[in-house]
């Protein structure tokens, strides 16, 4: 007994670890920046029946999940997906000229494999009452040309978000098959954007910050039938206010510029609404339809926080040293699926979803955040490892439709192009109550 407590102890402090060591890399593999892997076996199913509450991992769409593992002892989960994207950006036209007259037209590959961690831990105080805590990366993002000379680096060399989330949460039976949950979001942000100054081959210009954000989750439960089980959730917006510095390195002589700046982060609020409908004593159907409120991304904008040079003019105190418009319209997330129970072996699970993105015309395109429309499919099992201790795969494709783009730069330069792009996903999971 005690050999099972120190593993599982050892168990909890990994999982932490590892969920405190996240790499967010390639593109963001959902609708906009936002990381939509928080489950290996959610994502077993395409996400079919995520906010339904079939394990703890759940908590990360409705927070009544929490309370779906019930019984004396502490519950954990770790889930981890190794993201393998590919995406490459051709440059058509460069101020109204073939691109391929004016210089390098291709980015390369911009993205890198990556990993991305989720942890879940929950506890029953007393009958009805039950608290818990998520860990994840909701939005990341990483991009980088493998030319930083090629035509589009005027609008993006390195493009890159990090956040950090911790969700305490709080729920409670308050009738039979009825359970409702709310928690807390605690969002730690960092971000970097970095282009090329006036031409592909100039200096580079860039803004770094980091900073903090707040805001809530709120879900229910319901389970009316045996075999029936509906969840719906909410993951409240948040602001990510970066405080940092808005440079230029690489000017002639070696020279640099630098000020103090800020960039605010509008991030949306997202509904979610599932369900798991068991068709068969081993069969269960699986749903989920979310809505992700991307039109409050309108744009990035640098606002000077003091007074200093830049190349685009003298910074003053609030005033606004760039902008970048966006203007995305809402997200929308269609899955359905379905699991098969293996005696004594498992459970097998298959899913498949359409994903239409915030980003719907070429002039809402960033070239360093190659998203579009896509299709997800996905196969999953789970399978038991011992008694208290139970283990999740899960393999995704998602085909991600070619997008065009017409961008100007801040030098008044249009550009046009188009990005192609594509991602493999696998993930793992280790659940254990102890």
């Known amino acids: 007994m005690a050999n099972h407590l120190v593993s599982n102890k050892g168990l909890l402090g990994l999982s932490i670890a590892a969920s405190a060591l996240l790499a967010c890399g390639g593109q963001a593999l959902a609708g906009g920046f936002a990381l939509r892997e928080q489950s290996a076996s959610s994502q077993g199913a395409s996400f079919a029946g995520s906010a339904a509450g079939y394990d703890l991992s759940s908590m990360y769409w409705n927070p009544a999940a929490v309370a779906v593992k019930s019984g004396p002892g502490f519950n ?25 007259l004016v210089g390098n ?20 105080l007393n009958e009805q009452t039950f608290v818990g805590l998520s860990v994840n ?14 035509l589009g680096s005027v609008l993006g060399r390195t493009t890159r978000l990090l956040t950090f989330n911790a969700a305490p949460t709080l729920g409670y039976k308050i009738a039979p098959g009825v359970i409702i949950g709310a928690g807390a979001q605690l969002q730690y942000g960092d971000g970097e954007l970095k282009f090329a100054t006036g031409l592909p081959t100039g200096p580079t210009t860039g803004f ?28 409240s917006q948040l602001t990510q206010n970066l405080d940092g510095t808005f440079y230029t390195i690489g000017l002639p002589g070696g020279a640099s510029l630098q000020t103090d700046a800020e960039v605010d982060i509008e991030l949306p609020d997202i509904v979610t609404l599932s369900m798991r409908q068991s068709i068969a004593p081993n069969m269960r159907l699986l749903g989920t339809v979310e809505w992700s409120h991307w039109s409050r991304f309108e744009e990035l904008r640098v606002v000077s926080k003091g007074i200093g040079p830049t190349v685009l003019g003298l910074a003053l105190p609030g005033a606004t040293i760039a902008t970048i418009p966006a203007n995305w319209e809402d997200g ?55 008694p208290s201790m139970t283990a999740d795969l ?41």
């Open 137 to 150: 990366s909701p939005f990341g993002l990483v991009t980088e040309p493998q030319s930083a000379t090629y």
């Open 208 to 235: 770094e910050g980091d900073g903090f954000a707040f805001g809530g989750t709120a879900g229910i439960l319901l389970q009316p039938a045996a075999g029936t089980s509906i969840g719906l959730g909410y993951r």
């Open 105 to 124: 037209p291709s980015s390369g590959d911009i993205a890198s494999p990556a990993i991305v961690g989720a942890s879940y831990w929950s506890y029953q």
């Open 76 to 100: 954990s989960e770790s889930h981890y997906a190794v993201i393998m994207p590919r995406a490459e950006v051709e440059v058509e036209t460069f101020a109204g000229l073939p691109g391929f």
């Open 332 to 386: 929308w997330f269609f899955s359905l699926g379905g699991e098969y129970d293996l005696p004594s072996l498992g459970t097998l699970r298959a899913g498949i979803a359409y994903e239409i993105s915030p980003v719907d015309s070429p002039d809402k395109r960033f070239v360093a955040i190659p998203d579009n429309d896509r299709i997800w499919l996905s196969l999953g099992a789970t399978v038991q490892i011992t």
């Open 394 to 434: 899960a393999y995704t494709h998602i085909f991600i439709e070619d997008g065009d783009f017409t961008r100007t730069t801040l030098a008044g330069i249009p550009l046009t192009g188009n990005v192609e792009a594509s991602t493999d996903i696998l993930a793992v999971s280790l659940k254990t109550k102890w």
